[in-house]
Nanobody
Framework: QVQLVESGGGLVQAGGSLRLSCVAS????????MAWFRQAPGKDREFVGA????????SYADSVKGRITISRDNAKNTVYLEMATLKPEDTAVYYC??????????????WGQGTQVTVSS
C-alpha cells in the first residue's frame, strides 16, 4: 500500500508561480512512477507530468511543457510540481499519483486527496 499526501495549493494571480508537494509513504512506493494529474470542474482528469523515483526521468504534457518542472527528493520521499507563468486555465484540483507510468490515469493505482490550485486573472 502506498499513501500520498499533497500540499501547497492555493490562490495565485495569473503570471505567478506555485510549488506543490507530494509526500509518499508505504513499503514499495519507490518502485513506482510518480505523476501529477489535474482536474478542472466539468473536465476529464488530465495528465500533467511524471517522474521515476529511481532515475528521476521526467515527462510532461505538451499543454504545460516549458512552464512546469517535476522533481523528487528521495531522502524526503517527496515529489514536487513547480509551476510558473500560471494561467487561469491552470485552475484545477491537482492530484499526485503512483503507478506504472504513462499519461493515462488508469495506469496509476494510488492517489492523493488532491490540492486545489486557483489562478485569478
Amino acid at each position: 500500500q502506498v499513501q500520498l499526501v499533497e500540499s501547497g495549493g492555493g490562490l495565485v494571480q495569473a503570471g505567478g508561480s506555485l510549488r506543490l508537494s507530494c509526500v509518499a509513504s508505504g513499503r514499495t512506493f519507490s518502485r513506482y512512477t510518480m505523476a501529477w494529474f489535474r482536474q478542472a470542474p466539468g473536465k476529464d482528469r488530465e495528465f500533467v507530468g511524471a517522474v521515476t523515483w529511481s532515475a528521476g526521468r521526467t515527462s510532461y504534457a505538451d499543454s504545460v511543457k516549458g512552464r512546469i518542472t517535476i522533481s523528487r527528493d528521495n531522502a524526503k520521499n517527496t515529489v514536487y510540481l513547480e509551476m510558473a507563468t500560471l494561467k487561469p486555465e491552470d485552475t484545477a484540483v491537482y492530484y499526485c499519483a503512483a503507478g506504472y507510468g504513462g499519461s493515462r490515469w488508469t495506469n496509476y493505482d494510488y492517489w492523493g486527496q488532491g490540492t486545489q490550485v486557483t489562478v485569478s486573472s
